[in-house]
């Protein structure tokens, strides 16, 4: 009853950081106390969920309890970190530098021209990164994943929260970024297995859905560039000069 009590306590606690903030959800056995799960992504998806560790964690009674002592201490971040630094390839290993390496001419969009399609998506994804800072973030990434794999990462649970917080924030974006990549060559690979089978639906829909994708892009490069330092900008001008029709993004953003 005292740890219900307790949980009550902090699940109230939570509330009050924020709109949207849940509190952590927590089972056990009345039989054998303590038999308490916290779920393996707890810090690893939001600033929210970041919160939510940290009024559970940064409460002393718990977190010397023995439930919180039965808990791994390092490596929670290891896997998913692991997957956000993987290059997304097709089945015969292309990636996206790959496909921007082959140089395939970029046609009008009305071609029905998968090459082209996917040399277009492919120019967005690398000039996302580099609007983003991919390496710099990539960096910050692991440095944050080395400080989240401390045992006396809660010593200090307001600076805890901070990099969780940010570390979750890095992971969402780069997720994001990741998961366009990795469905331009699922696209790449469907349209190859439509034409090995003389599937034309299926060939046809994934040249729809290359299609959609390449609109979305451009999409994405505004929202990369719009981002960060330059967050307060609400527009930009563009060139494109080359027949790549790689833009030349000019210094002159509107504030």
Avoid at 12 to 40: A, E, M, W, Y
Avoid at 49 to 71: D, Q, T
Avoid at 79 to 107: N, Q
Avoid at 147 to 167: C, F, G, I, M
Wanted: with cysteine; proline share 4%; net charge neutral.
């Amino acid at each position: 009853m005292a740890v219900l009590s307790l949980l009550r306590r902090l699940s109230s606690r939570c509330l009050k950081l924020g709109p949207g903030i849940q509190p952590v959800i927590v089972s056990f056995s009345s039989h054998s106390f303590p038999r308490t799960r916290i779920p393996s992504n707890l810090v690893d998806t939001s600033g929210i969920s970041a919160m939510v560790l940290y009024c559970i964690y940064g409460h002393s009674e718990f977190r010397n309890s023995y439930v919180f002592a039965s808990l791994p201490k390092r490596r929670w971040f290891s896997s998913s970190v692991a997957a956000v630094l993987t290059v997304p390839k097709t089945s015969d290993g292309m990636t996206v530098d790959a496909i921007v390496d082959k140089r395939w001419p970029i046609l009008d969009e009305n071609e029905c021209d998968w090459r082209s399609h996917a040399a277009a998506i492919a120019l967005s994804v690398q000039l996302i990164k580099k609007r983003l800072q991919w390496k710099k973030m990539i960096i910050r990434l692991e440095h944050l994943s080395v400080a989240l794999n401390k045992p006396d990462l809660w010593d200090d649970s307001t600076y805890a929260s901070q990099v969780s917080r940010e570390h979750g924030m890095l992971m969402a974006k780069m997720r994001e970024v990741n998961g366009f990549e990795q469905e331009l060559l699922e696209l790449i690979d469907l349209i190859r297995l439509a034409r090995e089978e003389n599937d034309a639906e299926l060939e046809s829909e994934s040249m729809r859905a290359l299609l959609k994708m390449r609109r979305h892009s451009k999409e994405k490069e505004l929202e990369a560039l719009l981002a960060g330092e330059n967050d307060s900008c609400s527009c930009y001008i563009e060139v494109c000069s080359d027949i790549l029709q790689k833009p030349l993004v000019l210094s002159i953003l509107c504030g």
